[in-house]
C-alpha cells in the first residue's frame, strides 16, 4: 500500500509564495511520474504539473513561469514552488504518483490567497 503525505498549504497574500512538499511511502517498485493537481470550489480539478523520474517536467499554462516542480528520488518526495500567487490559485492541491502503472493520490492540502 502507497501513501502520499502533503505538506505545506496555508494561507498567503496575493503575490506571495508557497511551497508544498509530498512524501510518497509504501510498496513501490518504481516512480515513474510525480506531479500535482488542483481542485477549486465548483471547478473541475485541474491538472498543474508533472516530472518524469528522468527529470523532463511538464506545467499547464496557468502555471507555467510561476510554478516550479521538482523531485528528490532519494526522499520520494516531490515539491511544488508557487511562487505570485493569485486569489485565483485558491483551491485544494492533491499531489499523485504513476508508479508500475499505478496512480496513488494524496489527501490534498488548502491553499488560500487573499489579503
Known amino acids: 500500500q502507497v501513501q502520499l503525505v502533503e505538506s505545506g498549504g496555508g494561507l498567503v497574500q496575493p503575490g506571495g509564495s508557497l511551497r508544498l512538499s509530498c512524501a510518497a511511502s509504501?510498496?513501490?517498485?518504481?516512480?515513474?511520474?510525480m506531479g500535482w493537481y488542483r481542485q477549486a470550489p465548483a471547478k473541475q480539478r485541474e491538472l498543474l504539473a508533472g516530472?518524469?523520474?528522468?527529470?523532463?517536467?511538464d506545467y499547464a499554462d496557468s502555471v507555467k513561469g510561476r510554478f516550479t516542480i521538482s523531485r528528490d528520488n532519494a526522499k520520494n518526495t516531490v515539491y511544488l514552488q508557487m511562487n505570485s500567487l493569485k486569489t485565483e490559485d485558491t483551491a485544494v492541491y492533491y499531489c499523485?504518483?504513476?508508479?508500475?502503472?499505478?496512480?496513488?493520490w494524496g489527501q490534498g492540502t488548502q491553499v488560500t490567497v487573499s489579503s
Open positions: 499523485y504518483i504513476l508508479h508500475a502503472g499505478a496512480v496513488s
Open positions: 516530472v518524469r523520474s528522468d527529470g523532463y517536467t
Open positions: 509504501g510498496s513501490m517498485f518504481r516512480i515513474d511520474v
